[in-house]
C-alpha cells in the first residue's frame, strides 16, 4: 500500500493536502507536478516576497511567506514518535491533519490534542493568480483533478512558417 505524506507546519498547526493540488499523497506521487505541494511549500515559505520583479503576486491573502522562519516537516502516517523531537509527537500529527467533520472517522476524543488546519483551499487561488496555465475547481471535494484554464487549441504552425521557409 505505502505511506501517505502530509506537508505540516509545526508551529501554526496547518498543513497542505495533496489531494487537493490534483497529486497523490505518497512521496513521489507530490514531486515532478508544476503547481503542486512543492511548489505551494516554495510560497509559503518565501521571506522576501514583493520586493523585485518576477516576484508573485497575492492580492491581500496573505498566503505568500506565511510559514517563513516556521517548523515545517513532511509527515508520514507510518511516523514514529522518535521521527521529530519528542515535543511535536510525530507519531500522531498525520491523524491530526483533518477536518472536524472527519472527526468521528478517526475516533477523536474530547481529550485529543488540537487538529491542524488544512490551509490548501487559501494556498490554490494564488498558485492560480500566479499562473495562467494552472486551473483547480476549488468548490469539487476529494481529489481534483488538474485542468489548462483554455481549452481552444492552439493555432498550429508548420515548420515552414516557424522557419521562414514560407516567405
Known amino acids: ?10 508551529d501554526k498547526k496547518e498543513f497542505l493536502m495533496p489531494h487537493k493540488f490534483g ?4 512521496l513521489r506521487e507530490q514531486t515532478g507536478f508544476g503547481n503542486s505541494v512543492p511548489d505551494a511549500l516554495f510560497m ?3 521571506c522576501s516576497n514583493g ?14 511567506g506565511r510559514w517563513a522562519g516556521d517548523r515545517v516537516a513532511v509527515i508520514g502516517d507510518y511516523a514514529e514518535a522518535t521521527d521529530l523531537p519528542m515535543l511535536w509527537d510525530a507519531a500522531n500529527i498525520y491523524k491530526m491533519c483533518h477536518s472536524l467533520s472527519e472527526c468521528e472517522d478517526y475516533e477523536c476524543t474530547s481529550d485529543a490534542p488540537s487538529h491542524y488546519l488544512d490551509i490548501s483551499d487559501m494556498v490554490i487561488p ?7 496555465e494552472l486551473y483547480i ?8 483533478s488538474r485542468k489548462p484554464k483554455y481549452t481552444e487549441p492552439k493555432e ?3 515548420m515552414d ?4 521557409a514560407g516567405s
Open 51 to 64: 520586493k523585485g520583479g518576477g516576484d508573485f503576486e497575492d492580492n491581500q491573502n496573505n498566503m505568500i
Open 44 to 46: 509559503l515559505m518565501c
Open 1 to 10: 500500500m505505502g505511506q501517505y505524506h502530509l506537508t505540516v507546519n509545526l
Open 23 to 26: 497529486v497523490g499523497l505518497k
Open 137 to 144: 475547481d476549488t468548490d469539487s471535494v476529494g481529489w481534483r
Open 126 to 132: 494564488v498558485m492560480m493568480l500566479n499562473d495562467d
Open 156 to 158: 498550429m504552425i508548420s
Open 161 to 164: 512558417e516557424m522557419l521562414g
